[in-house]
């Protein structure tokens, strides 16, 4: 079964980044809210995502974000994803998240939406 590798690390300015790479799907979901609700306990809530390289998310993968999103609004933040790999924006626009969510190509670009 694949698996979800994810990195974390803080950037200036209270940026918590995040990479994943694999399938985010109902068997690896857990990880990744695992990964965000450490980084809100740090009382970080502006985060940047990257799925450059992340092959799949499913209905559960994303509802981690969508879970995380109201609560990093609410304390002045906002999730935004940067370099979303195809496969994956297909899935976020079938869903109608594409609506919801900011989307970056660069760093700089992902860093501006704060």
């Known amino acids: 079964m694949p698996d979800l590798k994810l990195r974390q690390e803080m950037l200036p300015g209270g940026i918590a ?10 068997h690896t979901f857990e990880e990744m809210d695992r990964l ?3 980084v809100f306990k740090q009382n970080c809530f502006r985060v940047i995502v990257k ?14 974000f ?6 990093s609004r609410d304390n002045r933040g ?6 979303v790999s195809p496969s994956v924006r297909e899935v976020f626009d079938l869903l ?4 919801i969510f900011q ?7 992902a860093e501006a939406c704060f």
């Open 51 to 64: 799925l450059e390289k992340l092959d799949y998310i499913s209905s559960a993968g994303a509802g981690v």
């Open 103 to 109: 989307f970056a190509e660069t760093r700089e670009e």
């Open 96 to 99: 109608g998240l594409s609506a």
């Open 66 to 71: 969508v879970a995380a999103v109201s609560r």
């Open 17 to 26: 980044y995040i990479e994943a790479e694999g399938f985010l799907d109902a």
């Open 36 to 38: 965000v609700s450490g």
């Open 78 to 83: 906002d999730i935004v994803f940067l370099k």
